[in-house]
């Protein structure tokens, strides 16, 4: 064991020994070459011919001199080499004899060895090499020893980026669209990120920036100031102006203009069918009615038209709209309020004549534009959905079916639909509160004949003018592309969650394929601004849907069916025109009808009944708070209250005991609410207009709150009444009651 330790030092102090003869020789070639320089350098001028010769020859001298120390070296290299080779045969040997895990240890320390010989060498090198530099050169990267460092931290941080960066290029993985204009990545997408080398450079320039920046900062403190007060009067101007201030955004409910004019429950309904459509549908009714029935029509005013709706209204909340009208005005079975409101006949006759335009010059519309019929109704209502309402962060774009099966040129078919057969529109909605805040009429292909190309996105586009980001629009696969996503997000802010169809050309063709995929897997897509995914909820069936909403990391829900957000998003927000279709045919007025425009006029009444409702709820939170049959109960009072007026202004009884007393109760309350408004009577009044008794015409009989005998026939008669005489009061049956004009009854 000490014969192998002895033989290893000497083995070390053989080659530094050697490595320093090595270093002696080349530090003396090195020194001969300087001053050989140095002698042809002061000789230069003097003797230029000569010391052209003469550099020839030290030239020479120095090659030769140089071979020579090549040789000399070679020779004692040769001469190391066999030393070196002797004493690891005896070295070898020794190992052998003293066990063969030594081994290990003396090839450690002879590598090491040769390792410290190959640095010192090194580093004679460097030293030889730097002899001749000037003093200058060095002071000079003495001083620019602080900034290379820098630079060589920023590169070396740039190159570890740029590794970093290149590893997750290598883990993701690039495919295009089928119509090769659309690339998508597997992972998320930065298009406009800088480099890592230009990110860390524009981050050290812009640190030296900032301090030469604040050197003149405070001479452009007032410059800014100035400039600051500048933009706040811009933005004072830009809250005054009207136009800018629409498209701010505003907080989701009713708008300051419904919240001002919500007085009532009528009032409510009446902000979506305003007096002005009223109007255009009693002109058109009368002008249709005269034309069928000439001097017999009876003209139909407002009252008779909001006592109409009031009983359509009720027939749904009844859930009678299935139900017979005759057995509606039963005198036993039916309800009372029918019977009541007006007879079966003028009701059938409003139905049969109800019109909302001219038919005369009809033809000549309907040649360019198929909802002619209804025309001015449907836009005068559309209008007013939007100004009432503000939807919320997410709306809901879908197509709802009235249904009809009467003859009609765009009549749809949807076999996916309750009715299958019906009228086509197309809802935009809030999905949370189901608010309609805009609808659009389906009326087929166009003039041409030919079909439309993407539709679906020329539906959206429309539905959604006017609103204004930052919102989410959430439609099915009929809708939603690519550059619809694009083009909503860039002119109007608006983000899209929508399923795609498989064969849209954006689609790449690794999310279509799912062979070898596993189940409640999800595989992402991304662009700049677009998030596609493809989920397997089945095996072999994949859904797909696109997102402008969620453009950062691919997250997945951590449970058993392992759905995106995407997805939860998609199913969350929905279903607002669904819930919508269900709510409305829960309590619709819709009445059988073989015309289109009675059809789509109903379901304008079913809808504004909806919306009033929504205002009327989120504007009166505490009203029936917790009951599961409110809105059943609004629609019950808006019935009654349309239903009102016209109750109070008949002039003649019905012929059940129901219906009657249901007036007479009706009357009598608003004859107080007329008392009440106008205060009691001065008991002198009379007292003063005693010298114009003749001239005092008697008033109409009314009809008084009790059922008295009357008090003109025998008592024998038992005659019992309503009436009662406008002028002394008395009741008076119908035999003892005579009608006389104002002009007969001034003359009697």
């Not at 859904?543 to 997805?567: E, F, M, N, Q």
Request: contains cysteine; proline residues 4%; aromatic residues 6%.
């Amino acid at each position: 064991m000490a014969r192998c330790v002895t033989l290893n030092l000497e083995l070390h102090r053989v080659i530094a020994h050697v490595a320093q003869e090595d270093r002696d020789k080349h530090d003396d070639g090195e020194r001969d070459r300087h001053d050989a320089d140095e002698h042809d350098h002061d000789h230069d001028h003097d003797h230029d011919h000569d010391a052209g010769e003469d550099e020839g020859d030290e030239n020479r001298e120095g090659e030769d001199a140089d071979a020579d120390d090549d040789a000399d070296d070679d020779e004692d290299d040769d001469d190391d080499g066999e030393q070196d080779d002797e004493r690891g045969e005896e070295q070898g040997a020794n190992v052998a004899q003293a066990g063969g895990w030594q081994r290990g240890d003396e090839d450690r320390e002879g590598d090491g060895g040769d390792d410290d010989g190959e640095q010192d060498e090194e580093r004679g090198e460097e030293r030889g090499a730097n002899a001749p530099q000037e003093g200058g050169r060095q002071r000079g990267d003495d001083d620019n020893e602080g900034h290379d460092d820098e630079e060589q931290d920023v590169e070396q941080d740039d190159e570890d980026e740029e590794e970093d960066e290149e590893e997750e290029e290598e883990e993701s993985e690039r495919f295009a669209s089928r119509d090769g204009e659309i690339e998508w990545s597997s992972t998320t997408y930065h298009p406009h990120r800088p480099g890592p080398r230009r990110r860390r450079r524009a981050e050290y320039e812009e640190d030296e920036e900032q301090q030469l920046d604040d050197d003149g900062n405070d001479q452009d403190q007032d410059q800014d100031q100035d400039q600051d007060q500048r933009d706040r009067d811009q933005d004072e101007r830009q809250q005054q102006d009207p136009a800018r201030r629409a498209t701010a955004p505003q907080s989701p409910g009713p708008t300051e203009y419904a919240a001002t004019r919500v007085r009532d429950i009528l009032s409510a309904f009446e902000l979506f069918v305003t007096r002005h459509i009223q109007e255009i549908v009693v002109t058109a009714t009368n002008i249709e009615g005269l034309r069928k029935c000439g001097n017999g029509w009876k003209l139909m005013d407002a009252t008779d038209l909001r006592g109409y709706i009031g009983l359509l209204l009720l027939a749904g909340v009844y859930r009678s709209r299935n139900e017979a009208l005759e057995s509606l005005w039963h005198e036993e079975s039916g309800r009372a309020i029918f019977r009541a409101t007006m007879p079966l006949k003028r009701f059938h006759a409003f139905s049969r004549l109800l019109r909302f335009d001219d038919r005369e010059t009809r033809a000549a519309r309907r040649a360019a534009d198929k909802l002619a019929a209804i025309r001015d109704v449907w836009d005068a209502w559309v209008r007013r959905l939007p100004r009432l309402y503000n939807p919320g962060p997410d709306v809901t774009v879908d197509e709802q079916l009235v249904p009809f099966r009467g003859r009609c040129s765009f009549r749809q078919y949807m076999p996916s639909k309750p009715a299958r057969y019906g009228l086509k529109s197309w809802v935009a909605c809030d999905a949370a509160s189901s608010y309609a805040w805009n609808m659009q009429m389906y009326t087929g292909k166009s003039a041409s004949g030919g079909p439309e190309r993407n539709l679906g996105a020329r539906v959206v586009l429309d539905v959604t003018k006017g609103l204004r980001g930052p919102r989410n629009v959430t439609c099915d696969n009929f809708f939603t592309s690519y550059e619809l996503a694009r083009r909503l997000l860039i002119e109007r802010r608006l983000t899209v969650v929508g399923t795609m169809r498989k064969n849209k050309p954006e689609l790449p063709r690794a999310l279509l394929n799912t062979k070898g995929r596993a189940l409640f897997s999800s595989r992402f897509a991304f662009t700049p601004t677009v998030t596609l995914v493809s989920y397997v909820p089945k095996r072999h069936k994949n859904v797909l849907l696109l997102s402008t909403l969620h453009t950062g990391k691919a997250r997945v829900r951590a449970t058993r069916d392992a759905k995106p957000d995407i997805i939860l998003h998609y199913n969350s927000t929905k279903g607002g025109v669904d819930n919508l279709d269900k709510l409305v045919g829960t309590y619709s007025c819709r009445r059988k009808t073989t015309r289109w425009p009675l059809a789509v006029f109903h379901n304008i009444l079913d809808v504004s009944a909806y919306n009033a409702f929504v205002l009327w709820r989120e504007l009166r939170p505490q009203w029936m708070r917790g009951k599961l049959y409110r809105r059943r109960v609004f629609l019950e009072q808006l019935g009654r209250a349309l239903v009102t007026p016209l109750i109070e202004r008949r002039s003649r009884l019905p012929r059940t005991e129901a219906s009657a007393a249901l007036v007479k109760a009706l009357t009598s309350r608003a004859a107080a609410a007329r008392e009440h408004r106008e205060g009691v009577d001065d008991d002198n009044d009379d007292d003063n207009d005693d010298d114009n008794d003749d001239d005092v015409e008697p008033t109409a009989p009314r009809v008084a709150s009790k059922r008295k005998r009357c008090q003109l026939c025998p008592k024998t008669k038992d005659r019992k009444t309503y009436t009662a005489c406008g002028a002394c009061k008395r009741y008076i049956c119908g035999r003892c009651t005579r009608l006389n004009c104002a002009e007969c009854v001034r003359g009697l």
